[in-house]
């Protein structure tokens, strides 16, 4: 499966912003999805997971409450809403998808998105 990220921009801080990975060459149903992010000298972190059926979902401490992923089987795509962002959610944001139903370690996912990038101003 090819994924394919888009939304990311330039934000003020507290604003929002909506992130979405389109799949093709697979159905997405199949797999487990995933956000993660990373910014320059730190290694990739997960934010977000979210279960086949999309019954299920995860998240890093640093955005419960002000993320929410989401996932539309029919099309394919999943979504990450970033509300009240804050400067330290910069960084580049990378969906991904796993064979399991869901998983919050990189090493789970075996299907990545480019990336996009997030920039929160001040």
């Known amino acids: 499966v090819q994924l394919q990220a888009s939304g990311g921009g330039l934000v003020q801080a507290g604003g929002s912003l909506r992130l979405s990975c389109a799949a093709s060459?697979?159905?997405?149903?199949?797999?487990?999805l995933g956000w993660f992010r990373q910014t320059p000298g730190k290694e990739r972190e997960f934010v977000a997971g979210i279960s086949k059926s999309g019954g299920s979902a995860s998240y890093a401490e640093s955005v419960k409450g002000r993320f929410t992923i989401s996932r539309e089987n029919a099309k394919n795509t999943v979504f990450l809403q970033m509300n009240s962002l804050k400067l330290e959610d910069t960084a580049v944001y990378y969906c991904?998808?796993?064979?399991?139903?869901?998983?919050?370690?990189?090493?789970?996912?075996?299907?990545w998105g480019q990336g996009t990038l997030v920039t929160v101003s001040s």
């Open positions: 060459g697979g159905t997405l149903s199949s797999y487990g």
């Open positions: 991904a998808a796993t064979y399991r139903d869901w998983g919050t370690e990189e090493a789970q996912y075996g299907y």
